[in-house]
């Protein structure tokens, strides 16, 4: 084969990768749906302090007016110590993520470590892991199309800092999975078809390498998850009045 052409047929390879993985990361689902809402206005907050969430059952505060799957978690067995480090790991990467995001629109916002000296006014949200799977690598490389896709899915909750206790304003639950790569499987067939098995391998093993573009990490769902609560919290503070549409 010309030298021109291997060069040619391999920056088109290249270019397909690109644009499949820009694509896919679009489709990459997220949801969020409403559990609770306090009717009526609410003060605007200095700071919005936001927590890691929490990952296993000693984590989870009782005395906030959880929902009841929330509260249904607290009472499961406590996960194995792999399990609680991976949703440390997605719990900070949601947290920080969420933060710089919260800056962005305009709520001045931090991370919160621990009780702070005082809640005066300030917003404070909170959440729990209701499930969090690394899914499986391998389903997802050689079988593709969402199978052994990574899932993250949260109960998040914003409070008002009151006078000795802090007040549910919104609840919600969202959800984020990695998105729907091509798996070898696919590819390779393809390929086969069309009697180019070489550069169908090529194409497989690029997709392998752009997985990390295709969030197919618990870390990148948790990140992602935090998109998806920005978005709500936004929605609530211009419905509040607190920052203006964007």
């Given at each position: 084969?010309?030298?021109?052409?291997?060069?040619?047929?391999?920056?088109?390879?290249?270019?397909?990768?690109?644009?499949?993985?820009?694509?896919?990361v679009?489709?990459?689902?997220?949801?969020v749906?409403?559990t609770?809402?306090r009717?009526g206005p609410?003060?605007?907050?200095?700071?919005v302090?936001?927590y890691?969430f929490?990952?296993?059952?000693?984590?989870v505060?009782?005395?906030r007016g959880?929902?009841?799957?929330v509260?249904?978690?607290?009472k499961?067995t406590?996960?194995?110590?792999e399990?609680?480090q991976?949703?440390?790991a997605?719990?900070r990467a949601?947290?920080?993520s969420?933060?710089?995001?919260?800056?962005?629109?305009?709520?001045?916002?931090v991370?919160?470590?621990?009780?702070?000296?005082?809640?005066?006014?300030?917003?404070v949200?909170?959440g729990?892991?209701?499930s969090l799977?690394?899914?499986?690598?391998?389903?997802?490389?050689?079988?593709?199309?969402?199978l052994?896709?990574?899932?993250?899915?949260?109960n998040?909750q914003?409070?008002?800092?009151?006078?000795?206790r802090?007040e549910?304003?919104?609840?919600?639950q969202?959800d984020?999975?990695?998105?729907?790569?091509?798996?070898?499987?696919?590819?390779?067939?393809?390929?086969?078809?069309?009697?180019?098995?070489?550069?169908?391998?090529?194409?497989?093993?690029a997709g392998?390498?752009?997985?990390e573009?295709?969030a197919?990490?618990?870390?990148?769902?948790?990140e992602r998850?935090?998109?998806?609560?920005?978005?709500?919290?936004?929605?609530?503070?211009?419905?509040?009045?607190?920052?203006?549409?964007?």
């Open positions: 084969m010309p030298h021109a052409f291997r060069s040619s047929r391999a920056l088109a390879c290249n270019f397909a990768v690109v644009a499949i993985a820009s694509l896919l679009a489709c990459a689902p997220t949801n749906q409403t609770w809402e009717l609410a003060t605007r907050p200095q700071q302090i936001v890691d929490a990952v296993s059952p000693d984590e505060q009782l005395d959880l929902e009841a799957d509260l249904q978690m607290a499961q406590t996960p194995d110590e399990k609680i991976l949703g440390h997605a719990a949601a947290s920080e969420l933060v710089q995001k919260l800056n962005a629109m305009g709520m001045p916002a991370r919160g470590t621990g009780m702070p000296v005082s809640w005066a006014g300030s917003a949200v909170e729990q892991f209701i799977s690394q899914g499986n690598s391998t389903e997802r490389d050689v079988i593709g199309l969402g052994g896709r990574s899932d993250v899915r949260a998040v914003l409070y008002e800092a009151t006078p000795g802090l549910k304003l919104e609840s919600f969202a984020a999975k990695s998105g729907y790569k091509p798996g070898m499987a696919e590819t390779m067939g393809a390929g086969a078809a069309a009697g180019h098995l070489a550069v169908s391998a090529a194409v497989s093993v392998d390498v752009a997985s573009m295709l197919d990490t618990v870390k990148a769902d948790a998850l935090a998109s998806a609560v920005a978005q709500q919290l936004q929605s609530y503070f211009v419905q509040q009045g607190w920052i203006p549409p964007q």
